[in-house]
């Protein structure tokens, strides 16, 4: 199996869109915000960013503004923790060193949804 897709919800897709593309960096792909979707390249699999609509059911509602579990390796995480801090994404704390011998750091996007940047080892 090869993972090839994850999926992060938001209430505003043309502020995620932004976001995504212009604060993180990633690769547009495809996107129609009119249907409420924005797919970018995250490397080895696609993210696609979806619009959780205000009038959805409350476990639909539930999935924007949590913890995704969703990483991205990078080489330098004290590098890419600076860059990403200047170009104004909001982190929880500073890169911290974990028991398994990585250093990781998490920040929002602006619907509150947590991701993570990884370095290994």
Same mark, same amino acid.
């Given at each position: 199996?090869?993972?090839?897709? +994850?999926?992060? *919800? ?11 593309? @212009? ?9 129609? =915000? ?16 979806? +619009? ?8 639909? @509602?539930?999935?924007?503004?949590? *913890?995704?579990?969703?990483? *991205? =390796?990078?080489?330098?995480? %004290?590098?890419? %923790? &600076? ?12 890169? &911290?060193? &974990?028991?398994?011998?990585?250093? =990781?750091?998490? =920040? ?14």
């Amino acid at each position: 199996m090869n993972l090839n897709t +994850a999926r992060v *919800f938001v209430r505003d897709i043309t502020r995620a869109r932004e976001f995504y593309a @212009q604060q993180l960096g990633l690769k547009l792909n495809a996107a129609d =915000l009119a249907r409420g979707y924005c797919v970018f390249n995250a490397g080895n699999c696609e993210l696609v960013v979806e +619009a959780v609509p205000p009038d959805a059911p409350a476990d639909e @509602q539930a999935l924007v503004g949590r *913890f995704t579990g969703l990483s *991205f =390796l990078v080489p330098n995480v %004290h590098v890419a %923790h &600076q860059d990403l801090v200047g170009r104004g994404v909001v982190f929880t704390g500073a890169p &911290q060193r &974990q028991f398994w011998g990585g250093t =990781l750091a998490t =920040l929002r996007d602006p619907d509150g949804n947590e991701l993570q940047i990884v370095q290994r080892g």
